[in-house]
DNA sequence: TAATATACGGAGGATCCCTCCGTTTTGCAA
DNA sequence: TTGCAAAACGGAGGGATCCTCCGTATATTA
């Protein structure tokens, strides 16, 4: 039987941290530069550390691409308060649409790799989808509240467009096309229905 | 400069063909029963040829996949004349629908791997798709003509039908599921509109 | 049957996966 | 500050896999 006295946690170490965000740094550039099957040591070599620093981190090939789909969607999210303080609301709700490209861009190639152990993962994909959904909500209502845009906007169909215009396409060339259509999408957008 | 007098290539050699064959079939074993990932030199084992003789037939595990890919889909196209000669139309369609369970099951297997050398894999969902079409439009007809099955029957919308029964599942218990709802519209197939 | 194009088989070097453990660093208390 | 223990680091190394290369065996043709 043992006390637990202090139930305080002692505070996370610093360089742990540091290298876990270090890792999910090299491992998104390691997909988008090599492939989806990146060698887990060069990922490591990349973020400068250890292959056993790797591993303890991340047990499994499957967990560090979770974590890399997690910190884009929560970038995403944090990005919504930043771009409004530093932005009219139409201009923000812009720029989050291009963070959004760069988004599906990564989501394109690490797809395959994340439904593959499936049960938690419909989790990580419903969270995230609320995230979005909120997200672009939020900028959506700002942006007609500042009279930027339209009133008639429903940020879903907005979101269903800018999945659309980033997924229905071909292969190659398919994120130009995304973000001219996507500037396209906020002329109409702009154009206030009084 | 050379001449070629004899363009006539020499017959291909049995034991190639052959053990291509044997490849393919333990290839699609290999992927049920270990799952994806299974080590091509376990691959030439089942099929009991040497490692050097899979890498001649398939240069690349991609190569491989698409490979039983297609076997299974010609497979699917060869099954119609021989289940039209030897079933009478309606029950050859009923046949063909199981089979397209099967057909289904493996493609789930494989499916995320057969879309990674993008390119020319879209040539081959295009001409898989318009050769299952073919086959189960024919099925269709012919078992209309025979009064099998009721006269208002698209074949479209009847092959959308089996995708959407294997493909809507969750994953464990789909394939039963399937086959139950295959002989479920078979029976309403077969209730004549007169 | 002889000749030769074709296919076979597997050794071996390179790479990758993952574990294990001695060393180093960091946070906390004295 | 200093000392200590928890936490993190790094990388050697065994096992598995990938893929090439080349000597040997076999099918086809004449």
Redesign the pocket.
């Known amino acids: 039987m043992k006390r637990k006295p202090?139930p305080?946690?002692?505070?996370?170490?610093?360089?742990?941290a540091?290298?876990?965000q270090l890792l999910i740094d090299a491992a998104k550039a390691g997909f988008t530069d090599v492939g989806l099957?990146?060698?887990?040591?060069?990922i490591a070599r990349r973020a400068?550390?250890?292959?056993?620093?790797f591993?303890?981190?991340f047990?499994?090939?499957e967990a560090v691409v979770e974590a890399v789909y997690r910190h884009e969607v929560e970038q995403l999210a944090e990005a919504v308060p930043q771009l409004l303080q530093t932005s009219p609301a139409g201009e923000a709700l812009h720029k989050w649409m291009h963070l959004f490209v760069d988004y599906i861009a990564t989501k394109r190639i690490i797809a395959p790799s994340l439904g593959t152990a499936a049960g938690r993962s419909s989790n990580l994909h419903a969270s995230s989808v609320e995230l979005i959904t909120n997200a672009i909500s939020t900028l959506v209502k700002r942006a007609i509240a500042s009279g930027d845009v339209r009133k008639d906007i429903d940020p879903s169909d907005l979101l269903r467009a800018m999945v659309g215009v980033s997924y229905g396409n071909p292969d190659t060339g398919w994120e130009a096309s995304a973000r001219r259509l996507i500037d396209l999408l906020m002329d109409g957008l702009r154009r206030k229905s009084r």
Do not use: F, M
């Open positions: 202090a305080q946690a002692r505070k996370p170490r610093a360089d742990g540091r290298n876990r099957n990146v060698s887990l040591e060069e400068g550390v250890g292959i056993g620093t591993y303890r981190h047990p499994t090939r």
